[in-house]
């Protein structure tokens, strides 16, 4: 079998190499290794590898901790030492704005680095298969491999286990949202919540008192069994309350550094109009409304929306303003109402925000804090703003999802 030596990553499960001039990416590799390979599969311009054996690890390589993996596709660079994930992260990320831009990021520090590189992940999310079984997809596949628990996770680790052996069949998916010392559990049902499916829900809580609530989702319709409601605190004096099954963060203490980074960036103050696209419940909009901002919110889920409109009240921003509806749409709106934010925040699902580009500066903003969980879309995003005369001032990683190759980016662009 050939060998071949792994000289760099990608932003995805694969280490790379050449056999005979040719790429070959190979999962659950880390530059450095020597590795004997078998050729798995070809994609035209390079080849999908598979370790057979290790010849010489990497001074980078550790056995992976959780001993799920790699069967589980959930973390694909467990293998990897910490530290060593983190300095990859910057090498990725400064190699995508060299190639995409020229610009020469220096990566040593260009990523923040997470408190806890295990236990950080307050949301987590559990397939669901015969007989209650609770895991998660294998690499590549939807094949279920069974866990009893995950190390990245935060909160209850049995309690997906008991509630799927209850729901049984009508349950799909059930995903775990750490509150301190107590979880929130939130099922979805492949049909809409019944009245046995509450008494069960209900039996659950009584029997573990970590739980605090659990919310039944089908069917077009969602139901709460016991107390859903958190209280996320973004900054030392802005606490977010929501319900659990509305989105967050999943690593709440590097979201802190984060919208402190944001904050920061934006000067934000009295003196500001801040139009925050996909807002969510206030992540960054109320931190910014607290400095005097007028801001504008906007986010297509109506429930976020709302919370984020209950919280500005709550705290007195009763001058911020949220509106649900899509983002393109409210921007467009926007710019025929002559509406000329300052600063526009774009915080994006991981497909980016491609429609949203051009109504966007053409409502002129002086600047644009793009904040992404995709490196390739922001690139992608970045390079059309260029077009209307946006430049990169500013580029920052911050390592939310530990163990993956996954990171959130922010980057400053200004009018020129």
């Known amino acids: 079998m050939p060998l071949v030596e792994i000289d760099s990553m990608t932003l995805g499960p694969y280490g790379i190499g050449r056999l005979d001039g040719k790429a070959v990416m190979v999962p659950n590799a880390v530059a450095g290794d020597l590795v004997e390979i078998a050729i798995a599969g070809e994609r035209g311009t390079h080849a999908i590898g598979r370790i057979e054996r290790i010849v010489r690890p990497s001074p980078r390589r550790r056995p992976a901790p959780c001993p799920f ?42 990523v923040e680095p997470a408190p806890e590189e295990f236990g950080y992940r307050a ?24 866990v009893d628990r995950c190390l990245v996770a935060a909160g209850n680790g049995a309690a997906p286990g008991a509630l799927a052996t209850a729901l049984g069949a009508r349950c799909a998916e059930i995903e775990t949202v750490a509150d301190g010392d107590r979880t929130i559990l939130i099922a979805s049902l492949k049909r809409a919540p019944q009245a046995a499916d509450r008494a069960r829900a209900r039996a659950i809580i009584a029997r573990d008192p970590s739980l ?56 934000f103050d ?19 409304a607290q400095r005097g901002a ?25 001058a911020a303003r949220f509106i649900a509806m899509k983002a393109q ?48 879309t922001m690139v992608r995003d970045l390079g059309a703003l260029a077009a209307h005369r946006y430049e990169i001032r500013h580029v920052r990683g911050f390592d939310f999802f530990p163990n993956t190759h996954h990171l959130e980016v922010v980057a400053h662009v200004l009018l020129t």
């Not at 089908?218 to 996320?232: F, P, T």
């Not at 109009?273 to 109320?286: A, E």
């Open 329 to 376: 749409e409210t921007a467009r709106f926007l710019a025929r109402a002559g509406y000329r934010p300052d600063i526009v925040i774009l915080d994006p699902p991981r497909a980016g925000a491609a429609e949203l580009i051009e109504p966007v500066a053409r409502l002129r903003p002086a600047a644009i804090i793009y904040v992404a969980c995709d490196v390739a």
């Open 212 to 267: 605090r609530g659990i919310v039944l989702s089908g069917g077009g319709r969602r139901e709460i069994v016991g107390e859903a409601r958190l209280s996320l605190a973004v900054e030392p004096d802005c606490a977010i309350e929501s319900d659990a099954d509305l989105f967050s963060q999943i690593n709440r203490a590097q979201n802190c550094k984060l919208v402190a980074a944001v904050m920061a960036l934006g000067g």
């Open 270 to 288: 009295a003196r500001i109009k801040l139009l925050d696209l996909f807002c969510g419940s206030g992540n960054f909009s109320l931190p910014a």
């Open 123 to 146: 949301r987590t999310r559990f397939k669901v298969g015969a007989g209650g079984t609770v895991g998660f997809h294998a690499a590549a596949s939807h094949a279920l491999v069974a």
């Open 294 to 318: 007028g801001v504008v919110g906007v986010d297509a889920d109506a429930l976020a929306i709302a919370a984020a409109a209950a919280n500005a009240v709550r705290m007195g921003l009763g």
């Open 69 to 110: 993996a790699p069967r589980c596709g959930g973390c694909d660079w467990q293998q990897i030492k910490y530290a060593a994930q983190v300095a990859f992260k910057g090498e990725l990320l400064a190699g995508a704005f060299r190639r995409a831009f020229g610009l020469e990021l220096d990566p040593r520090g260009l």
